[in-house]
C-alpha cells in the first residue's frame, strides 16, 4: 500500500466519500484492499495463516477462487429445519405480539428457506473442486474427530486434540457459559420448538436442495 499517498486536495475533497472515490480509481483494486486487509486481520491476531468467516457472501464464492486460487473453502451447512428453529426463536422479544412473533418466524422462514437453496446450488457447482468442502453440522457433532481430522488434512493443517474439546457458547435456546466439548442435544431440538406442519413444509420445498447438501 506504499502507493496510496496523502492528497493535496483541500479539506472538502479529503472527506470519507471523496476517499473512498479515489481509492476506488487507484491502481490497487478491490482484491488487493482485501488481501491486505486480510493480512493485516491476521497479524494483529498472531496468527500464521488466513481466514475469514462469511455467511452472508457465499455469492462470491467464485470471486475468492478466482481472485485466490489455492485457497480452501469450506461450506458449512445444517439441516434447515434446525436452522430455521434456531432463528425464529432468536429474534423473538418478550413485548412482541401475536402478530408481531409471526412476522418475524414468516421472514425467518423465507431467508433461510432462500439461504439453503442458494447454498445447495453453490455446492452442486463446487463438489468437484479440489479446494472446496462441504462440513455438516450433523457429522462433526456425532463424529467430531473424524470429521476434524479430514477438515485438518484439507487445510494441510495438523490435528490437534485440543480441537475436540472447544468452547461452547450461547445458542439461540441457551446460554451455554463456559462449557466445553462437542454437545450433540441440538441435533433434535427443532423437534420440539417447530410443528409438524412446518416441518413438512420445509422438506417439500427443500427437497432437490436438501438432496444436494446430503439430507435425503
Known amino acids: ?11 472538502s475533497a479529503r472527506s470519507p466519500t471523496c476517499r473512498l472515490i479515489l481509492l476506488s480509481k487507484s ?6 484492499i482485501f488481501d491486505a486487509l486480510m ?35 469450506i461450506h458449512t451447512t445444517r439441516n434447515p429445519k434446525a436452522v430455521y428453529a434456531s432463528q425464529a426463536a432468536k429474534y423473538i422479544q418478550a413485548n412482541d405480539g401475536l402478530i408481531g412473533r409471526n412476522y418475524k418466524r414468516t421472514l425467518q422462514f423465507v431467508h433461510i428457506n432462500i439461504q439453503t437453496a442458494w447454498t445447495a446450488r453453490l455446492h452442486r457447482q463446487m463438489k468437484d473442486v479440489p479446494n ?6 450433523e457429522d462433526v457433532v456425532n463424529n467430531p474427530e473424524t470429521e476434524l481430522r479430514q477438515l485438518c488434512d484439507f487445510l494441510q493443517v495438523p490435528f490437534l486434540d485440543a480441537m475436540l474439546n472447544p468452547n461452547q457458547y450461547g445458542s439461540s435456546f441457551d446460554k451455554i457459559g463456559a462449557s466445553r466439548g462437542v454437545d450433540n442435544s441440538s441435533l433434535e431440538r427443532w423437534r420440539k420448538t ?9 422438506d417439500v420445498l427443500q427437497k432437490a436442495p436438501g438432496r444436494n447438501l446430503g439430507y435425503r
Open 194 to 202: 417447530i410443528s409438524p406442519w412446518t416441518a413438512r413444509l420445509i
Open 132 to 137: 472446496y468442502r462441504l462440513l455438516r453440522y
Open 39 to 73: 493480512r493485516v486481520h491476521a497479524k494483529t491476531r498472531g496468527k500464521s495463516g488466513i481466514g475469514a468467516k462469511f455467511p452472508l457472501h457465499y455469492s462470491y464464492t467464485n470471486t475468492l477462487v478466482d481472485w485466490f486460487p489455492s485457497c480452501r473453502i
Open 27 to 32: 491502481e490497487l483494486g478491490l482484491r488487493a
Open 1 to 11: 500500500m506504499r502507493s496510496i499517498r496523502r492528497s493535496s486536495a483541500p479539506a
